[in-house]
Protein backbone atom coordinates (compact mmCIF):
# COMPACT_ATOMS: atom_id res chain seq x y z
CA UNK A 1 0.00 0.00 0.00
CA UNK A 2 1.69 3.50 -1.41
CA UNK A 3 1.23 6.50 -0.11
CA UNK A 4 0.19 9.04 -2.08
CA UNK A 5 3.43 11.81 -1.86
CA UNK A 6 2.92 15.64 -3.10
CA UNK A 7 5.90 18.42 -3.36
CA UNK A 8 4.31 21.16 -3.20
CA UNK A 9 5.91 24.90 -4.65
CA UNK A 10 7.31 25.47 -1.07
CA UNK A 11 9.95 22.50 -1.49
CA UNK A 12 7.66 20.11 1.15
CA UNK A 13 6.98 16.91 0.67
CA UNK A 14 3.13 15.81 1.66
CA UNK A 15 2.14 12.19 2.53
CA UNK A 16 -1.25 11.11 2.78
CA UNK A 17 -2.16 7.62 3.80
CA UNK A 18 -5.56 5.59 2.31
CA UNK A 19 -6.50 4.78 6.26
CA UNK A 20 -5.83 7.72 7.80
CA UNK A 21 -6.37 11.12 8.29
CA UNK A 22 -2.99 12.12 9.95
CA UNK A 23 -0.13 13.23 7.25
CA UNK A 24 3.27 13.56 6.94
CA UNK A 25 4.96 16.88 5.92
CA UNK A 26 8.96 17.11 5.62
CA UNK A 27 11.66 18.93 3.60
CA UNK A 28 12.82 16.55 1.16
CA UNK A 29 16.11 18.43 0.30
CA UNK A 30 17.42 19.12 4.12
CA UNK A 31 21.11 20.15 4.76
CA UNK A 32 22.94 17.44 7.05
CA UNK A 33 25.44 18.25 9.90
CA UNK A 34 28.50 18.00 7.18
CA UNK A 35 26.56 20.49 5.10
CA UNK A 36 25.41 18.16 2.20
CA UNK A 37 22.21 19.07 0.81
CA UNK A 38 20.04 15.88 0.30
CA UNK A 39 17.39 14.82 -1.59
CA UNK A 40 15.33 13.07 -0.11
CA UNK A 41 12.53 12.42 -3.69
CA UNK A 42 14.69 9.65 -4.92
CA UNK A 43 14.72 5.94 -3.93
CA UNK A 44 18.64 6.20 -2.54
CA UNK A 45 20.73 9.01 -1.01
CA UNK A 46 24.07 8.61 -0.36
CA UNK A 47 25.36 11.07 2.82
CA UNK A 48 29.35 12.34 1.86
CA UNK A 49 32.04 12.48 3.26
CA UNK A 50 31.70 8.92 4.29
CA UNK A 51 29.71 8.18 1.43
CA UNK A 52 27.32 6.22 3.89
CA UNK A 53 24.51 4.55 1.08
CA UNK A 54 20.35 5.14 2.42
CA UNK A 55 18.65 2.74 0.53
CA UNK A 56 14.85 3.75 0.86
CA UNK A 57 13.42 1.15 -1.17
CA UNK A 58 14.61 -1.32 1.91
CA UNK A 59 11.89 0.03 3.91
CA UNK A 60 8.52 -1.16 3.72
CA UNK A 61 6.23 1.17 1.29
CA UNK A 62 3.88 2.39 4.65
CA UNK A 63 6.82 3.50 6.24
CA UNK A 64 9.17 5.11 3.44
CA UNK A 65 8.22 8.51 4.67
CA UNK A 66 8.55 8.45 7.96
CA UNK A 67 11.71 6.70 7.60
CA UNK A 68 12.42 9.80 5.10
CA UNK A 69 10.92 12.77 7.30
CA UNK A 70 13.04 11.16 10.54
CA UNK A 71 16.30 11.46 8.00
CA UNK A 72 15.12 14.79 7.48
CA UNK A 73 15.06 15.53 11.07
CA UNK A 74 17.95 13.77 12.10
CA UNK A 75 20.58 14.68 9.86
CA UNK A 76 20.59 18.16 10.61
CA UNK A 77 21.31 17.22 14.48
CA UNK A 78 23.55 14.12 14.48
CA UNK A 79 26.36 12.73 12.25
CA UNK A 80 26.20 10.39 9.19
CA UNK A 81 27.13 7.57 11.08
CA UNK A 82 24.18 8.07 13.70
CA UNK A 83 21.86 8.57 10.82
CA UNK A 84 22.52 5.29 9.06
CA UNK A 85 22.56 3.55 11.87
CA UNK A 86 19.18 5.01 12.91
CA UNK A 87 18.12 3.95 8.99
CA UNK A 88 19.68 0.41 9.49
CA UNK A 89 17.30 0.06 13.08
CA UNK A 90 14.19 1.16 11.15
CA UNK A 91 14.67 -1.11 8.15
CA UNK A 92 14.26 -4.32 10.50
CA UNK A 93 10.23 -3.25 10.43
CA UNK A 94 8.43 -5.41 8.33
CA UNK A 95 4.95 -4.94 7.74
CA UNK A 96 3.24 -8.21 6.46
CA UNK A 97 -0.20 -10.34 5.79
CA UNK A 98 -3.44 -7.88 5.14
CA UNK A 99 -3.72 -4.53 6.26
CA UNK A 100 -6.80 -3.06 5.69
CA UNK A 101 -6.89 -0.47 8.62
CA UNK A 102 -5.04 2.10 10.54
CA UNK A 103 -5.75 -0.31 13.46
CA UNK A 104 -3.55 -3.40 11.51
CA UNK A 105 -0.59 -1.08 10.78
CA UNK A 106 -0.32 -0.06 14.26
CA UNK A 107 -0.81 -3.36 15.80
CA UNK A 108 2.42 -4.69 13.89
CA UNK A 109 4.78 -1.72 14.36
CA UNK A 110 3.66 -1.94 18.36
CA UNK A 111 4.24 -5.39 18.84
CA UNK A 112 7.93 -5.51 17.03
CA UNK A 113 9.09 -2.34 18.92
CA UNK A 114 7.87 -4.51 21.92
CA UNK A 115 9.54 -7.43 21.10
CA UNK A 116 12.44 -5.42 19.86
CA UNK A 117 12.66 -3.37 23.72
CA UNK A 118 12.63 -7.40 25.52
CA UNK A 119 14.70 -9.11 23.49
CA UNK A 120 18.43 -9.22 24.39
CA UNK A 121 19.03 -6.23 22.19
CA UNK A 122 21.82 -2.95 22.91
CA UNK A 123 20.64 -0.84 25.36
CA UNK A 124 21.62 1.97 23.22
CA UNK A 125 19.21 0.64 19.97
CA UNK A 126 16.32 0.58 22.46
CA UNK A 127 17.09 4.39 23.35
CA UNK A 128 17.44 5.03 19.93
CA UNK A 129 13.60 3.21 18.85
CA UNK A 130 12.05 5.09 21.97
CA UNK A 131 13.18 8.50 20.26
CA UNK A 132 12.11 7.81 17.08
CA UNK A 133 8.68 6.49 18.43
CA UNK A 134 8.09 9.24 20.58
CA UNK A 135 9.11 11.43 18.58
CA UNK A 136 6.60 10.61 15.55
CA UNK A 137 4.16 10.23 18.59
CA UNK A 138 4.89 14.33 19.10
CA UNK A 139 4.37 15.15 15.63
CA UNK A 140 1.56 13.50 15.01
CA UNK A 141 2.44 10.94 12.55
CA UNK A 142 -0.23 8.02 11.74
CA UNK A 143 0.26 4.40 12.60
CA UNK A 144 2.10 5.12 16.08
CA UNK A 145 0.09 5.37 18.88
CA UNK A 146 0.36 7.74 21.87
CA UNK A 147 -0.82 5.51 24.68
CA UNK A 148 1.52 2.72 23.35
CA UNK A 149 4.88 5.43 24.30
CA UNK A 150 3.16 7.02 27.33
CA UNK A 151 2.06 3.66 29.04
CA UNK A 152 4.84 1.55 27.62
CA UNK A 153 7.80 2.74 26.20
CA UNK A 154 8.01 5.83 28.55
CA UNK A 155 8.06 3.92 31.44
CA UNK A 156 11.40 1.71 30.68
CA UNK A 157 14.55 1.85 32.32
CA UNK A 158 17.24 0.52 29.87
CA UNK A 159 20.50 1.17 32.16
CA UNK A 160 23.23 0.56 30.23
CA UNK A 161 25.14 -2.04 28.44
CA UNK A 162 27.12 -4.91 30.04
CA UNK A 163 30.71 -3.49 30.30
CA UNK A 164 30.17 0.02 29.42
CA UNK A 165 32.76 1.93 30.91
CA UNK A 166 33.98 -0.77 32.76
CA UNK A 167 37.14 -1.41 30.94
CA UNK A 168 38.23 2.10 32.26
CA UNK A 169 38.14 1.30 35.91
CA UNK A 170 39.02 -2.22 35.35
CA UNK A 171 41.90 -3.94 33.63
CA UNK A 172 39.81 -5.99 30.64
CA UNK A 173 41.61 -7.62 27.66
CA UNK A 174 42.40 -5.20 24.72
CA UNK A 175 39.35 -2.80 25.68
CA UNK A 176 40.68 -0.58 28.31
CA UNK A 177 43.40 1.85 29.06
CA UNK A 178 47.12 0.05 27.88
CA UNK A 179 48.50 -1.72 30.54
CA UNK A 180 52.10 -0.78 32.06
CA UNK A 181 53.37 -3.58 29.74
CA UNK A 182 51.31 -3.03 27.15
CA UNK A 183 52.74 0.42 26.72
CA UNK A 184 56.21 -0.22 27.08
CA UNK A 185 56.02 -3.37 24.61
CA UNK A 186 53.93 -1.22 22.25
CA UNK A 187 56.71 1.91 22.57
CA UNK A 188 59.59 -0.29 21.92
CA UNK A 189 57.72 -1.46 18.97
CA UNK A 190 56.63 1.37 17.30
CA UNK A 191 60.43 2.57 18.22
CA UNK A 192 61.88 -0.15 15.75
CA UNK A 193 59.96 0.02 12.85
CA UNK A 194 61.59 1.78 10.30
CA UNK A 195 58.85 4.43 8.37
CA UNK A 196 61.15 3.57 4.88
CA UNK A 197 60.16 -0.08 5.31
CA UNK A 198 56.61 0.00 5.44
CA UNK A 199 54.15 0.00 2.38
CA UNK A 200 51.89 3.30 2.35
CA UNK A 201 48.74 1.55 4.04
CA UNK A 202 51.04 0.43 7.00
CA UNK A 203 52.32 3.91 7.50
CA UNK A 204 48.69 5.14 7.17
CA UNK A 205 48.04 2.73 10.01
CA UNK A 206 51.22 4.20 12.17
CA UNK A 207 50.36 7.67 11.56
CA UNK A 208 46.97 6.86 13.15
CA UNK A 209 48.16 4.93 16.36
CA UNK A 210 50.53 8.05 16.70
CA UNK A 211 48.14 10.39 16.52
CA UNK A 212 46.10 8.59 18.75
CA UNK A 213 48.98 8.04 21.29
CA UNK A 214 50.26 11.78 20.87
CA UNK A 215 46.58 13.66 21.09
CA UNK A 216 43.95 10.93 22.31
CA UNK A 217 42.68 11.21 18.80
CA UNK A 218 39.38 9.73 18.46
CA UNK A 219 38.82 7.40 14.91
CA UNK A 220 36.71 10.16 13.07
CA UNK A 221 39.20 12.76 14.17
CA UNK A 222 41.99 11.51 12.81
CA UNK A 223 39.66 9.96 9.41
CA UNK A 224 39.04 14.20 8.75
CA UNK A 225 42.71 15.57 8.98
CA UNK A 226 44.25 17.26 6.09
CA UNK A 227 47.62 18.09 4.79
CA UNK A 228 46.39 21.77 5.82
CA UNK A 229 45.90 20.80 9.14
CA UNK A 230 50.06 20.61 9.78
CA UNK A 231 52.17 23.30 10.61
CA UNK A 232 55.07 24.83 12.60
CA UNK A 233 54.90 27.86 15.16
CA UNK A 234 56.90 30.75 14.85
CA UNK A 235 59.16 29.23 18.16
CA UNK A 236 59.46 26.14 15.53
CA UNK A 237 56.95 23.55 17.38
CA UNK A 238 54.98 21.88 14.96
CA UNK A 239 51.49 21.88 15.61
CA UNK A 240 47.84 19.76 14.25
CA UNK A 241 44.27 21.74 14.15
CA UNK A 242 42.16 18.48 15.54
CA UNK A 243 38.85 18.45 14.10
CA UNK A 244 36.04 18.34 16.82
CA UNK A 245 33.98 15.37 17.19
CA UNK A 246 30.65 14.30 18.38
CA UNK A 247 29.33 18.00 19.05
CA UNK A 248 25.81 18.69 18.49
CA UNK A 249 25.74 21.25 14.95
CA UNK A 250 27.37 21.00 11.71
CA UNK A 251 29.14 24.38 13.15
CA UNK A 252 30.45 23.21 16.20
CA UNK A 253 31.68 20.04 14.00
CA UNK A 254 33.41 22.06 11.48
CA UNK A 255 35.67 23.50 14.56
CA UNK A 256 39.49 22.72 14.72
CA UNK A 257 41.46 22.89 17.91
CA UNK A 258 45.09 23.62 17.59
CA UNK A 259 47.35 20.76 19.11
CA UNK A 260 51.23 20.76 19.96
CA UNK A 261 52.91 18.02 18.55
CA UNK A 262 56.00 16.08 18.55
CA UNK A 263 58.83 16.89 16.09
CA UNK A 264 58.66 12.70 15.46
CA UNK A 265 55.09 12.70 14.66
CA UNK A 266 55.45 15.85 12.29
CA UNK A 267 57.90 14.26 10.44
CA UNK A 268 56.14 10.70 10.26
CA UNK A 269 52.85 12.65 8.33
CA UNK A 270 55.51 14.58 6.48
CA UNK A 271 57.22 11.39 5.51
CA UNK A 272 53.62 10.17 4.09
CA UNK A 273 53.14 13.14 2.32
CA UNK A 274 56.34 12.48 0.43
CA UNK A 275 55.23 8.72 -0.27
CA UNK A 276 52.03 10.23 -2.04
CA UNK A 277 54.15 12.55 -4.16
CA UNK A 278 56.22 10.20 -5.42
CA UNK A 279 53.40 7.92 -6.32
CA UNK A 280 51.40 10.80 -7.87
CA UNK A 281 54.62 12.39 -9.33
CA UNK A 282 53.29 15.94 -8.02
CA UNK A 283 52.95 17.19 -5.07
CA UNK A 284 50.11 16.63 -2.70
CA UNK A 285 48.02 19.83 -2.18
CA UNK A 286 47.50 20.68 0.90
CA UNK A 287 43.21 19.74 0.92
CA UNK A 288 44.58 16.29 0.55
CA UNK A 289 43.69 13.73 3.33
CA UNK A 290 46.34 12.78 5.62
CA UNK A 291 44.57 9.03 5.40
CA UNK A 292 43.28 8.47 2.19
CA UNK A 293 41.42 5.91 0.28
CA UNK A 294 43.67 3.93 -2.44
CA UNK A 295 43.18 2.49 -6.01
CA UNK A 296 43.76 -1.04 -7.01
CA UNK A 297 45.24 -0.27 -10.19
CA UNK A 298 48.34 0.76 -11.07
CA UNK A 299 50.00 -0.33 -7.75
CA UNK A 300 47.61 1.46 -5.83
CA UNK A 301 47.83 5.01 -6.52
CA UNK A 302 46.44 7.86 -3.44
CA UNK A 303 42.85 9.07 -3.88
CA UNK A 304 41.85 12.15 -2.13
CA UNK A 305 38.64 10.27 -0.60
CA UNK A 306 38.16 10.28 2.88
CA UNK A 307 38.55 6.66 4.42
CA UNK A 308 35.41 5.49 5.60
CA UNK A 309 35.15 3.46 9.22
CA UNK A 310 35.79 -0.16 7.63
CA UNK A 311 38.63 0.77 5.78
CA UNK A 312 40.03 2.82 8.75
CA UNK A 313 40.32 -0.28 10.36
CA UNK A 314 42.33 -2.21 7.91
CA UNK A 315 44.73 0.52 7.98
CA UNK A 316 45.46 -0.52 11.88
CA UNK A 317 44.87 -4.16 11.25
CA UNK A 318 47.58 -4.11 8.68
CA UNK A 319 50.65 -1.59 11.29
CA UNK A 320 48.99 -4.15 13.89
CA UNK A 321 50.91 -7.36 11.72
CA UNK A 322 54.33 -5.55 11.50
CA UNK A 323 54.54 -4.68 15.19
CA UNK A 324 53.24 -8.38 16.38
CA UNK A 325 52.08 -7.68 19.44
CA UNK A 326 50.20 -10.19 22.03
CA UNK A 327 47.52 -7.68 22.29
CA UNK A 328 45.60 -5.19 20.65
CA UNK A 329 46.46 -0.90 19.98
CA UNK A 330 43.48 1.24 18.78
CA UNK A 331 42.92 4.49 19.07
CA UNK A 332 40.33 3.99 21.24
CA UNK A 333 42.68 2.21 23.48
CA UNK A 334 45.01 5.01 23.29
CA UNK A 335 42.56 7.16 23.52
CA UNK A 336 41.43 6.17 27.32
CA UNK A 337 45.32 5.76 27.79
CA UNK A 338 46.19 9.11 27.30
CA UNK A 339 43.18 10.59 29.47
CA UNK A 340 43.94 8.07 32.51
CA UNK A 341 48.14 9.18 32.22
CA UNK A 342 46.63 12.82 32.48
CA UNK A 343 43.97 12.94 35.28
CA UNK A 344 46.95 10.32 37.24
CA UNK A 345 49.88 12.99 37.27
CA UNK A 346 47.05 15.74 38.70
CA UNK A 347 45.92 17.33 35.76
CA UNK A 348 42.96 19.95 36.16
CA UNK A 349 39.35 18.47 35.06
CA UNK A 350 38.43 21.21 32.94
CA UNK A 351 42.05 21.19 31.06
CA UNK A 352 41.66 17.25 30.56
CA UNK A 353 38.02 18.04 29.02
CA UNK A 354 39.60 20.80 26.43
CA UNK A 355 42.52 17.79 25.66
CA UNK A 356 40.10 15.11 25.22
CA UNK A 357 37.32 17.36 22.89
CA UNK A 358 35.03 16.63 25.60
CA UNK A 359 32.14 19.76 26.46
CA UNK A 360 30.49 17.58 28.91
CA UNK A 361 32.43 17.24 31.96
CA UNK A 362 30.48 14.62 33.80
CA UNK A 363 31.62 11.84 30.92
CA UNK A 364 35.27 11.98 32.66
CA UNK A 365 34.43 11.64 35.94
CA UNK A 366 34.58 7.84 35.53
CA UNK A 367 38.72 8.70 34.76
CA UNK A 368 38.50 9.98 37.78
CA UNK A 369 37.07 7.00 39.74
CA UNK A 370 40.19 5.26 37.70
CA UNK A 371 42.57 7.37 39.87
CA UNK A 372 41.35 6.11 42.73
CA UNK A 373 41.19 1.91 41.72
CA UNK A 374 44.63 2.64 40.40
CA UNK A 375 46.33 3.95 43.28
CA UNK A 376 47.68 0.91 45.11
CA UNK A 377 50.99 0.09 46.94
CA UNK A 378 54.18 0.13 44.36
CA UNK A 379 55.05 -3.51 45.15
CA UNK A 380 51.23 -4.89 44.15
CA UNK A 381 51.88 -3.02 40.96
CA UNK A 382 55.65 -4.60 40.08
CA UNK A 383 54.38 -7.96 41.37
CA UNK A 384 52.05 -8.06 38.44
CA UNK A 385 51.95 -5.62 35.21
CA UNK A 386 55.74 -4.62 35.88
CA UNK A 387 57.19 -8.19 36.75
CA UNK A 388 58.60 -8.48 33.69
CA UNK A 389 60.66 -5.00 33.51
CA UNK A 390 64.35 -7.10 34.07
CA UNK A 391 64.81 -10.68 34.37
CA UNK A 392 68.06 -10.11 36.07
CA UNK A 393 70.22 -7.18 37.59
CA UNK A 394 72.49 -6.29 34.93
CA UNK A 395 75.62 -4.52 36.91
CA UNK A 396 77.46 -6.14 39.54
CA UNK A 397 77.43 -6.27 43.66
CA UNK A 398 81.35 -4.73 44.75
CA UNK A 399 83.01 -3.90 47.82
CA UNK A 400 83.69 -0.17 47.49
CA UNK A 401 87.85 -1.09 47.35
CA UNK A 402 87.11 -3.04 44.03
CA UNK A 403 85.37 -0.31 41.55
CA UNK A 404 86.86 -0.29 37.93
CA UNK A 405 86.90 3.25 37.33
CA UNK A 406 87.88 5.87 39.92
CA UNK A 407 86.13 9.03 40.53
CA UNK A 408 82.84 7.73 39.55
CA UNK A 409 81.11 7.44 42.39
CA UNK A 410 77.65 7.35 43.04
CA UNK A 411 75.40 9.20 45.56
CA UNK A 412 71.89 8.96 46.77
CA UNK A 413 70.30 11.05 49.47
CA UNK A 414 67.55 8.80 51.87
CA UNK A 415 65.21 10.10 54.28
CA UNK A 416 67.52 12.03 56.71
CA UNK A 417 68.78 14.08 53.72
CA UNK A 418 71.96 13.09 54.00
CA UNK A 419 73.85 12.04 50.79
CA UNK A 420 75.23 8.11 50.93
CA UNK A 421 77.73 6.44 48.47
CA UNK A 422 75.55 3.56 46.97
CA UNK A 423 78.48 2.19 44.26
CA UNK A 424 80.20 3.61 41.31
CA UNK A 425 79.94 3.93 37.63
CA UNK A 426 82.13 1.20 35.71
CA UNK A 427 81.28 2.65 31.98
CA UNK A 428 84.03 4.55 30.12
CA UNK A 429 81.41 6.86 28.53
CA UNK A 430 79.43 9.75 29.07
CA UNK A 431 76.28 8.93 30.76
CA UNK A 432 72.82 9.54 29.00
CA UNK A 433 70.61 8.53 32.32
CA UNK A 434 69.14 10.28 35.23
CA UNK A 435 71.41 9.18 37.98
CA UNK A 436 71.12 7.92 40.95
CA UNK A 437 67.54 6.31 40.42
CA UNK A 438 68.21 4.95 36.91
CA UNK A 439 71.94 3.66 37.61
CA UNK A 440 69.90 0.21 39.12
CA UNK A 441 68.49 -0.74 35.61
CA UNK A 442 71.93 -0.18 34.03
CA UNK A 443 74.69 -2.75 33.48
CA UNK A 444 77.39 -0.34 34.38
CA UNK A 445 76.43 0.11 38.02
CA UNK A 446 78.63 -1.51 40.55
CA UNK A 447 76.42 -1.16 43.64
CA UNK A 448 78.84 -1.60 46.99
CA UNK A 449 77.34 -3.98 49.20
CA UNK A 450 77.52 -2.30 52.42
CA UNK A 451 75.05 0.04 51.23
CA UNK A 452 71.38 0.68 51.98
CA UNK A 453 69.81 0.41 49.06
CA UNK A 454 66.53 0.11 50.43
CA UNK A 455 66.41 3.07 52.01
CA UNK A 456 67.94 5.60 48.92
CA UNK A 457 64.85 3.35 46.93
CA UNK A 458 61.49 3.83 49.82
CA UNK A 459 62.78 7.55 50.22
CA UNK A 460 62.61 8.09 45.95
CA UNK A 461 59.28 6.50 46.25
CA UNK A 462 58.04 8.82 49.52
CA UNK A 463 59.09 11.55 47.98
CA UNK A 464 56.97 11.17 45.20
CA UNK A 465 54.09 10.27 46.91
CA UNK A 466 54.77 13.37 49.08
CA UNK A 467 55.25 15.67 45.92
CA UNK A 468 51.96 14.31 43.31
CA UNK A 469 49.68 12.55 45.69
CA UNK A 470 48.74 9.31 46.49
CA UNK A 471 46.76 8.48 43.81
CA UNK A 472 48.37 10.95 41.08
CA UNK A 473 51.89 9.08 41.87
CA UNK A 474 51.08 5.38 40.92
CA UNK A 475 51.77 6.36 37.08
CA UNK A 476 54.96 8.04 38.29
CA UNK A 477 55.85 4.97 39.91
CA UNK A 478 55.59 2.93 37.23
CA UNK A 479 58.41 4.30 35.37
CA UNK A 480 61.53 1.98 34.38
CA UNK A 481 63.89 3.70 36.71
CA UNK A 482 61.48 2.47 39.40
CA UNK A 483 60.43 -0.30 38.52
CA UNK A 484 64.31 -1.37 37.78
CA UNK A 485 65.39 -0.49 41.84
CA UNK A 486 62.80 -2.02 42.68
CA UNK A 487 63.48 -5.76 40.89
CA UNK A 488 66.91 -4.58 42.19
CA UNK A 489 65.85 -4.60 45.61
CA UNK A 490 63.85 -8.35 45.02
CA UNK A 491 66.72 -9.96 44.32
CA UNK A 492 68.99 -8.68 46.70
CA UNK A 493 66.81 -9.71 49.58
CA UNK A 494 66.54 -13.15 47.54
CA UNK A 495 70.35 -13.40 47.95
CA UNK A 496 69.93 -13.59 44.01
CA UNK A 497 72.83 -10.92 43.42
Known amino acids: MQPNVI ?16 EIVYDPYPVSQSGQQLDLTQGKCRLNPERLLLNFDLIPPILREHVKAWVAFACKKYANVTVLNQFNLLKT ?11 DIRVQIDEQTRDYMESDNPCVGKSVLRTIYGWYVEEGFPFFDEDFFDFYLDTLRFGSDEGKGKDVIMEMANRGPLTTREQRL ?22 ALKLGQVLGARDIQVIKLKFADLGINDDK ?17 NQRKKRVITKALFELIESLRSRYSTQLNRPVEAAHFILCNMTTKRGGMPVNLRLRPPTFFLRRRAIQVRLALDFTVTNRRLRKTFCTQLIAKGTPLKVVAELMDHTDLQQLEVYYRHTHHVAKKLDEVLNSAASDVLDAFQGKMISPEKVSQSGQQIFAPTKDQLLHQIGSCGSKTPCRLNPPLSCYGCKSLEAFDDADHKAVVEHFVEETKQTFGEGHAIEILKHEDFLAATQFLRMLERGEI
Open 237 to 253: TPYINLPRAKQRGHRNN
Open 93 to 103: FVLTGNLNSEV
Open 7 to 22: LSNERLATATFKFSDA
Open 186 to 207: FREAMSEIDPEELSIIELQGMV
